[in-house]
Each structure stands twice: as C-alpha cells, then as structure tokens.
C-alpha cells in the first residue's frame, strides 16, 4: 500500500499565529500579545516572514534533540511549526542546492540568545551536511573553536553570565556536495577596557577565573600564580564565582577544546604565560617620587611581581622597569624622553594589560582560523554566521556603545536593504505589480557617523590627530559645529536652539537618534579610547622580550621598522572592518534570527512586556512586518496551496487532474473571493490581506469537520454493514450446526429405541427357544431316570446273591486301614527327640505292626543321624571318619578298643612347637606332624622299656630322644610293612619293617602307649594316603618280630601278673617274649 503522505503546514495547530505576516489587526499590542501567548506556551519561535524571532527561554527546553533535527530536516519553511532549524535548514539547502552563498544575522541585545543561536544554527548544519572521517574532524574542529573563543572573549556581566564582549562572523565553506570543508572567523572590537576593571557585579573575562580555578598547582607554581583571586588586583571579587558554573571543569573543556583544533602543547603553555603576565601586571604597584627639579616621577612598590612577570615572558627587568617610568616621544629625527608620573605609569601598565589581552586575542582567532581553514583551493560555498553585540543603551554611554550601535546601524540598513531587495525580486520573480513601500530608511543616521568629511568618526579622527591640546571637550565642540544641523544628531551646545533648554541633555555629552530610539553618549573617553594609545617603550619593551608569542604580538616595537606614522585609530578600524562586512554580507542571501530577552532577570517563564516592546521598536520588528506585509500579505506555492484547500471546492476535491495554478484558479473563482484579495504570481498565490487567508482556514476548518463527518458517516456504515454481514455469515454456520447437531441427537434416539425393542424381541424368542429345550431335557432326563431306576432295579435284583459273600472282606480291609491310619497319626504325636544316642522309641500298641514298628525306628534313627552327621564341619567330619576307621579296624577284635571310643583323638600331645626343648627337633622336621607322643620303646633284648619321642608325618615315622629331643630313627612309612597287636587290653603294638630297607638293620620296633588305638588308626589312614597301600594290622596274641637276625616270638599272657594292673614284657629266650597283661 502506498505510504500516505501527510502535509503539514505552520498554520496547523498554531498557537497565536507562527507568523507575524498573519497578525490581524497589526500593531505593537498584538504583536507583544502574540509573542507572549507564544512565549508561554513554549514556542519561542515566531516568524515574519522569513526572519524567525527568538525569544530567550532561559531554560532548557526539549526541541533541539537529534529527533528535532530529523523532523526539521529537507521540510519546506513554512510546513512544521516556527524552529531556528527550519531557518537553518533552508539556508543550507539553498547553499547546497541552489548555490548561493548564505549568511545568517544574529542581532539581539545582551544576554537575548545570540550565541546560543549561532551554536544551535552551526550544531543543525553539523548534524544534517555530510558524514567521513575527514569531514567529522573538520565539523569537531569548527564546533570546538566555540569553547576557546568564548573562555577568552566572554565575561559574567550584568545581563548576561556569558556574555559575549567581542564581535564573531564566522564563515564556514562548504564543497560542492555541501560537506564542510574549513572556516574563517573573523571578530571584532573585543571590549578590553574589561582586562583591567569590570563595572560592579562584572567579572573579567573567564579564562583568568578557569586558569586559577582548574590548572592544577604544578601549572600554577610554573605560572608564578597563587590560587587566591583576591591576589590579583585586575578580577573583581563581588562576583568571581557565577551560579552554575563551574570554571574548574570550563578549564579541562577549553584545554580538550584547543587540542582539538590544533593548539600544541607549546603554544598552549605560551598563550597561559601570557594570561599569567596580564594577571601579574595588575598587581604592579607606583609610588610618587619627587625629584629635584620638581618633576613629579613614580616608582614601582615592590619589584618581586616585576622580576616574577621578566621571568615568566622573558623580559629584561631593566628594560620593562625603565619603559614604566619614561616616556620617548620622536619627532623628526629627535628623540625626547619624560619621565611618567604615577598616573601615567599607571594608564602606562593598564595599556600594556588591555594591548597584551587583545593582542593575545586576535592571535588565538588568527591561530584557529590557520587551524580550519579549508585545505583545498576548490570553489567554496560559504555560509556566514554573525553573532554581534545587539544596540546599547545604558544610562553612560560611552565610546564602546557608540561603536556598537554604529555597527546595528549599518545591520540595521542592509537588513532593510536586503529585505526589500528581496521582497522586490520576489514580486519580479512572480511577475506581480510592485507597489511603493514607505519606510524609515536609516541611511541617513549610517551617514551622520561615518561620513568621510563631516562624519562623527571622521570628526573624532580628525580631533585626534590635530596638534595642540586635545581633549573630549573640543571634540564635542566640534560636532556641535559640524553635525549641528543634522536631524539626527541632538546637543545643548549646538547652535541649534532646539536643546537649548533641554534638561535631559547635560553639556558634556551629545545624543543620537537611532533608528531604535535616542542615545545620550558621554563625550569623556572618546579621545583616549580612540587613540588607543601604548607607549612605544612598551611596544618595544615587549618586542625584546624572549618569549616568541609576545614578541610576535608587538611588531611594531622592533626599532628596525619604526613607524612615525600614527596606528590607525579605534575608530577608522572598526569603520573599516564594519565596511567589509558589510560588503562580504551584500554579496550574500541574508537570513535573520531577531533574538529577543524577555526579561532582566534570566529567569524562566518571565516576560517582561515593556522590555519587549522596547527591543521590538528598536529591532523594527513591526516595520518588518509592515514591510512584509506591504503588497501581499501572505503567499504560497501554488501545489501547497491547492493542496491544502482542495476539498473547499467540488472540481478540485478529492483529485485535480490539471496544473496546480488552475486548480488553485478554480478553487478561488468558486469561493467567490474578491479578486483584489489576490493576485496569481508565476509560481505562487499571492494574498493580499491576512483576513483573507483566515477565511480560507475557517472554511477549511468547518470543511475538514464535515468531510470528517463525512468519513465517519461512512466508516460507520461499512463498520456496521460488515458487523451485519458477518453476524448474517455466522447466523448460517450457526443454524447448519444446530440443525445437524439437532438431527444426530435425533438419529442416536431412534437408533437406541431400535435396539431396545430389538433386544426385547430377542431375549423373547430366545426364552421362548430355551423353554421348549428345557422340556425336551428334562422330557430326555425323565426318561432317561426312569430307565437307570429300572436297570437298577434289575441289576440289584440280580446282584443282591453275590453282596452277602465279599461283605467280610471288606469290613476287614477297612477296619485295618482305619488302624494303620490310627497308628500313623499316634506316631506322629509321640516322635522321641532328634539326638542321636536318644534311646526311646514309643511302645508298639498292636503285635501285627511289630516289623513295621522296628523299620520305622530304624529309619527314623537313620535320618536323625544323617541330620545330625549334616551339621558336622569338615574338621568334626574327618575327627569321626578317624573314630569310624578305628570302630573298623578293632571294633570286637581288640578289648582296648571301647575304653577308646569317649577319648577323643588329638594326635599331638606333645607340643614340641611350643617347648623350647624340641626347638632343635621341631626344625629338622618339615613336614606336617600327625602323631607327637611319648611311647615306650621295648628293649630288644631285655623286654625293658625306655621313653622316646614317637613322631609320625605324612611320609616319616620318627623316634627322638625325650630328654634332648634327638632323632634316634627314621623310618620311611613305604617301609612299614605291618603292625602287629595283641586282643587284649593292653597297649604294646609291634612295627614290622620291610626286610631289607635301611631302618630294618636293628629289626622291628616294640612300644607300648596310652593312645595304641589312635595311633594304629593314623599310621593306617597315613599309610594309605601316602602309598596307596593298606597296612597290614595283625590281632593275635602271639605274634612274631624280626630282632637283628633273630624271629622272636611275642606272647601275652593274661592273668599271670605280679606287679599290679600294668602290663610287663619280659625276654624268655632268643625266641620268645613275653607280655603279662592283667
Ligand atoms: N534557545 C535557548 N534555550 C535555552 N537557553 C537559552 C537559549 N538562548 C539563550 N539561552 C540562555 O540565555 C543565556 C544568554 O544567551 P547568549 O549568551 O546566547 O546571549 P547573547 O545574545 O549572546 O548575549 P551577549 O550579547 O551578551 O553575548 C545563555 O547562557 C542561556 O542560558
Ligand atoms: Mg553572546
């Protein structure tokens, strides 16, 4: 969709009217109204035409932000509502565009806005022109020469905190493209009286306060200065701090500020020494001294500030000290010198301080215009921005506002001029009749000051230069003489009798009619301050001083360009500067910015309406208007126009198709407006009276109220006929649903009824079905019982022969199975416990069970066991496996066996691990011991017995002595052939060797022990792990054993015993022993 663009135009939502042209009915009452009205409801702006009028707001107001810029931006004048950015904007688009030169014109009288202005006109051009690298450095450059300008040449004055007390145009050149490319500042008349006295509530310029404020002490100490203002005779005190403002931090910002545009480091310090040396000259004191020959003479106080001041600019004190207190004067060829009194010493110093400060000036401004100048030597386009000290009038006026009203003067005239000039092009340009403008013309009042011959100026120069005593007082009779006659020019002393009474006029001064009201100058001072005068000692004084930047500033002083010609005066300098710009804004499209104070108290919200009618008068603001307003008030492109009043008329509403002049013809032929309301110019509508214009906007007004109607009228019934339509769409939806919806419900019904009735038909026929097949069963069992009763019947009738003669048997069997069933369960009840040597066992109740009873025991005692066997550990396991091979091998064959079985079998009993006796025994065994115990060994030969040691391992048997644990013998148990024992009761046991084997050389061994039973049973069990072999045990109670060569017979014999119960053994013969056992 295509955007719609919306045109706005300064006559909407306007407050008062946004251009003064419009003002009905016209005088200063509704002027000052409408500026008021204005001023109150934030719009500061007001136009007359093209020249925009400022109101100082004195606070901040939101209308300069980058968005601001943006809206301001490429807009025609007179589309947004009145802004200094509209004027800026259309001075920079027709330097970009239309190739000409602009120049802006600042006027307004202190603390009105200027400089803020000129800030605000230099920061929009900035914003919109081109952006780079290069181009931004130079836009710094350009914007920062501000700070640096104002710190050096502002000053806190009565009406204004910063108030600027020099003259600036600036030119800034812009390329083809309108990017920036440098500028050229030019300034004037910087008011100097200020360096060495300030008028009460005054400061001197803020730099003095920023350097003793912000330098740090390192600075200080190195400028020979102290921190203390009221050290330095030259700042006032009653106001050396303003409300604020801080001049600390103004310090760093004006240094950043110099940086920037390009001061180095050297020339920084430089232009601070030379501040430093203005402060300290103030501080120089005279004291008169009377001379012999009745010459008045001065001398300086105290001349350590003298010696500090030589150091710092590198002056010789004796040159500096002399040229305070002598004066040469050359006239041809001679020189003469006088000394000063101390007055003239003290005008001398004070000289000096003003010279050096705006001297100093001039060199920072010729200094940052080397800075941004442009670099190229392409054809520029400039813009001038002047921002000038608005007319004065004090109650003393003096040189100083004598100069500056001159200078409005001349604004005054090409302002005029150029209004004119371009109002006529305009009429030219549209091809319209131009009609005569009357009005007050001051060319006469620019001629009565700077006419050559008879000019004011002229006349001052002229005093000035004559020989013989001069003084304010002949100047004044001079113009008394010569302007006398001049309408413009009023005095008591002139010859014209008009103000020979006049009171108002005291005899030393003469007044002036301005074209913005009369002003009374003081005639004292205009010589001296003309004459600018600075003695050539201290000229030259200071051009032999080491510090280049003084020496630069005194070029005069250098003797080898002596001049006896005087300097031009104050006077014809600033004539002449006036008179080039003037003649640089002429060759330029002027714009204006009227800056007006709305009162004396910088304060916000305050507007002073006697004070805005006086700066109205003397701006001329009405006479503008008037002039504006002359032939035709008000015009307007012929698109715009048309544009804006189109809907008024039915052909050109809502589209024109033709040219816009004929539209706009049309539309005015239809409106039926007189015709000498309005003429049509080549490309605009020319109308001549503001009441006409108004007309226009009241019917636009009443126009757009209808047409709004209009639209509502048929927005509404769109809105409504949608709304019908869509509620008549959603009313079918609605209704189709319903109407299904209504149908399933309905459907879903039937269908349930279908099956309910389906289901009872069912279930009938099916109970039907199931009573016909239930009389057909029971009809089937009925018979069917019938027939079993009569089989029955006659298989018992049968039968019954047979069931007398098995009865018996059945009984029986059925009785006995009650019994066992009996029995079974008795038993259950009367279990003995679950030891094993338990010896109880219930009593049999009937005979006929006997061998079940002792089975059941059996069995029952066989599972006990092998519950009890199944706890058994391994190590219990082997200790029975031990005691059951015993039970084996001698169980009813030996009578020493049962008294073994309660004794359990440790194998060692001795414990040669533990005695400390058998440690030498213990080693010389490795293997695993089975038996340690002490036997008796039989003697061979005599049946006696001795103690030894019997060891048995795995592989060994062993007999070491008891007393020294000595090994007697060993014998490997492959050797062990056989152990022989009697049946009786006794412990003797025989060990039959291997014939032949080492250990059998001495024959078979005899012992009797304690433990016979468990040593027989371990040397068995061993020998038949280790070979595999069971040994051979032999019961008898006579048996044989090999002694050496010998086969003795071993014989027991029971009863026969002498000695108690202990078994002796006694050698019968060679082949016979014998063993009493009791
Ligand atoms: N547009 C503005 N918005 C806000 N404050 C403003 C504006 N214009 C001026 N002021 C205030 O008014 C003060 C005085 O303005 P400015 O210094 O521009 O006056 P001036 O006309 O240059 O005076 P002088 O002739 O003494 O230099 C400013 O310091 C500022 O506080
Ligand atoms: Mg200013």
């Known amino acids: 969709m295509a955007k719609m663009e919306v045109k706005s135009s300064l006559l909407d939502n306007m407050i008062g009217v946004g251009d003064m042209v419009l003002l009905e009915p016209l005088n200063e009452e509704t002027f000052i109204g409408n500026l008021k009205k204005r001023f109150d409801h934030n719009e500061i702006y007001t136009y007359i035409g093209s020249v925009v009028i400022s109101v100082n707001p004195y606070r901040s107001l939101p209308i300069y932000s980058p968005e601001k810029v943006?809206?301001?931006?490429?807009?025609?004048?007179?589309?947004?509502?009145?802004?200094?950015?509209?004027?800026?904007?259309?001075?920079?688009r027709?330097?970009?565009?239309?190739?000409?030169?602009?120049?802006?014109?600042?006027?307004?009288?202190?603390?009105?806005?200027?400089?803020?202005?000129?800030?605000?006109?230099?920061?929009?051009?900035?914003?919109?022109?081109?952006?780079?690298?290069?181009?931004?450095?130079?836009?710094?450059?350009l914007l920062q020469s501000n700070p640096v300008l104002e710190a050096f040449g502002n000053a806190k004055t009565v009406r204004n905190d910063n108030s600027s007390r020099f003259g600036k145009y600036m030119d800034i050149e812009f390329d083809f493209k309108g990017d920036p490319l440098g500028g050229v500042i030019s300034n004037y008349l910087l008011e100097k009286s200020r360096v060495v006295k300030q008028p009460r509530g005054e400061r001197n310029f803020h730099v003095f306060y920023q350097l003793l404020s912000g330098a740090s002490e390192e600075l200080l100490q190195k400028l020979k200065l102290e921190r203390d203002f009221s050290r330095y005779?030259?700042?006032?005190?009653?106001?050396?701090?303003?409300?604020?403002?801080?001049?600390a931090a103004n310090f760093r910002t004006v240094r950043n500020a110099m940086q920037i545009v390009g001061f180095t480091d050297h020339e920084t310090e430089s232009v601070l020494e030379v501040v430093a040396a203005v402060l300290k000259l103030g501080n120089i004191e005279f004291k008169p001294e009377s001379r012999v020959n009745g010459l008045d003479e001065s001398k300086i106080k105290d001349k350590n500030e003298l010696k500090e001041i030589c150091e710092l600019t590198s002056i010789d004190q004796l040159v500096l000290e002399r040229a305070f207190s002598f004066r040469t004067v050359e006239a041809k060829q001679e020189k003469v010198s006088t000394t000063l009194n101390v007055a003239q010493a003290y005008y001398a110093r004070d000289a000096l301080a003003k010279n050096l400060y705006s001297r100093l000036f001039s060199w920072l401004v010729n200094r940052i215009n080397e800075s941004i100048k442009a670099q190229t030597k392409v054809r520029k386009k400039v813009m001038g921005v002047l921002d000038i000290y608005g007319f004065e009038i004090f109650e003393d006026n003096s040189f100083e506002q004598f100069i500056i009203n001159y200078c409005n003067e001349k604004l005054q005239q090409i302002f005029i001029e150029l209004t004119l000039k371009e109002e006529q092009e305009e009429y030219i340009r549209e091809d319209i009749e131009w009609?005569?403008?009357?009005?007050?013309?001051?060319?006469?009042?620019?001629?009565?000051?700077?006419?050559?011959?008879?000019?004011?100026?002229?006349m001052l120069d002229e005093e000035c230069l004559r020989p013989g005593t001069v003084t304010d007082e002949t100047f004044l009779e001079k113009l008394n003489q010569v302007c006398a006659t001049h309408q413009h020019f009023e005095s008591r002393m002139s010859k014209c009798s008009r103000f020979l009474?006049?009171?108002?006029l005291p005899h030393s001064c003469f007044r002036i009619q301005h074209y913005a009201g009369k002003v009374l100058y003081q005639v004292e001072g205009f010589v001296d301050k003309n004459n600018d005068l600075l003695y050539r000692d201290l000229s030259q004084a200071m051009w032999k001083a080491g510090h280049a930047l003084i020496k630069s500033l005194f070029p005069e002083g250098n003797p080898a360009k002596v001049n006896l010609k005087r300097p031009p005066t104050a006077g014809s300098q600033f004539k002449a500067s006036v008179a080039t710009l003037m003649k640089n804004l002429q060759t330029k499209n002027p714009n204006y910015i009227r800056c007006i104070k709305p009162n004396d108290k910088k304060a916000a919200h305050i507007f002073n309406e006697s004070l805005v009618c006086h700066q109205i008068r003397y701006l001329g603001l009405l006479e503008n208007v008037r002039v504006r307003r002359a032939g035709y008030a008000f015009r307007q492109a012929y698109e715009p126009c048309l544009e804006r009043y189109k809907m008024l008329c039915k052909q050109t509403w809502p589209h024109w198709k033709g040219p816009a002049r004929s539209g706009v013809e049309v539309l005015f032929n239809e409106l039926a407006i007189p015709m000498e309301e309005y003429s049509f110019g080549r490309s605009k509508i020319f109308i001549r009276n503001p009441r006409t214009l108004f007309q226009l906007e009241d019917i636009r007004k009443q126009r757009l109220e209808d047409l709004a109607t209009l639209i509502q009228k048929i927005y509404r019934g769109w809105k409504c006929r949608t709304h019908f339509l869509l509620m008549k769409k959603s009313q079918?939806?609605?209704?189709?649903?319903?109407?299904?919806?209504?149908?399933?419900?309905?459907?879903?019904?039937?269908?349930?009824?279908?099956?309910?009735?389906?289901?009872?038909?069912?279930g009938w026929k099916a109970r039907k079905l199931l009573r016909e097949l239930k009389h057909q069963k029971r009809c089937k069992e009925a018979a069917t019982t019938i027939a079993a009763y009569w089989h029955g019947t006659q298989v018992r009738r049968e039968y019954r022969k047979f069931f007398r003669a098995n009865a018996g048997k059945k009984i029986y069997e059925f009785t006995l199975q009650r019994i066992v069933q009996k029995y079974f369960l008795e038993m259950k009840n009367k279990m003995p416990s679950l030891s094993p040597i338990d010896k109880n066992w219930p009593p049999r109740p009937y005979l006929f069970l006997d061998s079940t009873h002792k089975e059941l025991k059996r069995i029952f005692h066989l599972w006990r066991c092998k519950k009890y066997r199944d706890q058994f550990s391994d190590q219990q396991k082997l200790i029975y496996e031990e005691k059951l091979e015993a039970s084996e091998l001698f169980k009813d064959k030996k009578a020493l066996y049962p008294s073994s079985v309660g004794q359990p079998f440790q194998g060692a009993y001795l414990e040669i691990n533990k005695n400390p006796k058998y440690k030498k025994l213990k080693d010389a065994i490795e293997e695993k011991i089975i038996i340690a115990e002490v036997v008796n060994k039989i003697n061979r030969a005599n049946g006696k017995s001795t103690s030894r040691i019997f060891l048995l391992t795995n592989n060994n048997l062993l007999l070491a002595d008891q007393k020294s644990g000595q090994i007697k013998s060993e014998v490997p148990l492959v050797d062990v052939t056989k152990v022989s024992m009697s049946s009786q009761n006794d412990g003797f046991f025989a060990v039959h060797l291997k014939e032949g084997s080492e250990a059998a050389s001495k024959g078979d061994f005899l012992f009797s022990s304690d433990h016979l039973i468990e040593m027989a049973t371990k040397l068995y069990r061993t020998t038949l792990s280790q070979t595999n072999q069971k040994l051979n045990i032999e019961i008898s109670d006579e048996f044989l054993v090999q002694f050496r060569q010998d086969k003795v017979c071993v014989k027991f014999i029971q009863g026969a015993q002498k000695n108690g119960s202990v078994p002796t053994c006694k050698r019968r013969n060679n082949r016979l022993l014998e063993v009493a056992v009791p």
Not at 745 to 759: C, G, W
């Open 70 to 92: 943006e809206d301001y931006r490429n807009r025609n004048f007179y589309e947004l509502s009145p802004h200094i950015f509209a004027l800026s904007d259309e001075a920079y």
């Open 94 to 141: 027709s330097l970009r565009d239309q190739d000409k030169d602009q120049c802006i014109l600042i006027t307004g009288e202190s603390g009105a806005g200027k400089t803020e202005a000129s800030k605000l006109v230099m920061s929009y051009v900035a914003a919109v022109c081109g952006k780079g690298a290069e181009v931004n450095e130079v836009k710094e450059q």
């Open 233 to 247: 005779n030259y700042l006032s005190l009653d106001s050396a701090k303003v409300n604020g403002v801080d001049d």
């Open 435 to 458: 009609t005569h403008i009357d009005y007050f013309n001051n060319a006469i009042i620019c001629d009565l000051i700077e006419n050559n011959t008879n000019g004011i100026l002229a």
């Open 501 to 504: 009474n006049d009171t108002t």
């Open 732 to 762: 079918v939806v609605i209704a189709a649903w319903c109407r299904r919806y209504a149908q399933q419900k309905r459907y879903q019904k039937i269908k349930s009824s279908a099956l309910v009735i389906q289901s009872y038909i069912r």
